[in-house]
């Protein structure tokens, strides 16, 4: 094991991003101190090339490096603390599981929920303006109101939001859900052996949007301001075993 950091890491986020929850949720769970620098869509680019990274968030500023990838930050984390409170299990065929579903997590199940979500809320300027503007430096803030269209535009076009691309989504999600559903099926506690993996963590933090848990660490929407078919939509997925699950842990695990 590496030596804790003696200079706290910079964690270069958007703050409703789930993939940046899922670095946060780390480092906090492992009791790492660390500085969140939050910014709102397009602005982020702004510091996180500054600092070594790409276009996308979260990005995480140590003394070794930069990190610009959540699973590569909890490889970080991994190599930082004790085996008992490790992401990835010791035994190989263990650890093999847990990679396999971080990246099924990862590459499948966060762009859908996000696709799914934004073709409903991107038309409604006050709550993007909280979600998007929670944490960010004041000047950014200042000037959402200027800027709001721009950003909309450019997440429509870069994550190619249609009524099509989001049903499409849906379909996604609700099928990783039921794939989620059959693991647990067993009454298992955790998705891959019997502690809390990075498979747990990512399921976790990147359905968190398509189940709105209230312990998340940034602004989420309420299902009041939400518009009746998404609404339903996240109902029933709560009601799924996954989505249980997926409020258990954040209930019990999040903050704990």
């Given amino acids: 094991m590496q030596k804790q950091p003696e200079k ?4 270069i986020t958007i703050s409703v991003s789930h993939y940046c929850e899922k ?11 660390y500085i969140e620098e939050r910014h709102m869509p397009l602005f ?3 510091a996180t ?12 500023v140590t003394e070794a490096g930069t990190l610009s990838d959540s699973s590569d930050i909890l490889q970080y984390l991994d190599g930082i603390t004790a085996e008992s409170k490790k992401f990835y299990p010791a035994d190989p065929k263990l650890r093999r599981e847990v990679k396999k579903l971080e990246d099924l997590f990862n590459k499948q199940l966060g762009p859908s929920i996000r696709l799914w979500a ?4 991107l038309d409604d300027r006050q709550l993007m303006r909280r979600l998007w ?5 004041p000047v950014e803030r200042a000037s959402f109101p200027f800027v709001f269209p721009l950003i909309r535009e450019a997440a429509r076009r870069g994550y190619n939001i249609t009524a099509e691309s989001s049903a499409s989504a849906h379909d996604k999600v609700k099928r990783i859900f039921e794939n989620v559903n059959a693991r647990l099926a067993d009454e298992r506690s955790y998705l891959v052996g019997d502690r809390f993996s990075a498979a747990d963590l990512t399921f976790a933090c990147l359905a968190a949007p398509a189940v709105l848990p209230a ?4 602004s989420l929407p309420h299902l009041d301001e939400l518009p009746d078919e998404i609404a339903g939509a996240i109902k029933e997925l709560r009601e799924t075993p996954a989505g249980a699950y997926i409020l258990r842990l954040f209930r019990e695990e999040r903050h704990g």
């Fill in 8 to 11: 706290a890491p910079r964690l």
């Fill in 23 to 33: 670095a946060r949720w780390a480092l906090e769970r492992l009791e790492v101190p």
């Fill in 44 to 46: 982020h680019r702004l």
């Fill in 49 to 60: 090339r500054k600092n070594g990274g790409g276009q996308t968030t979260p990005v995480l």
């Fill in 118 to 121: 934004y073709f409903y809320l």
């Fill in 133 to 137: 503007c929670d944490g960010v430096p």
């Fill in 215 to 218: 312990e998340y660490g940034a």
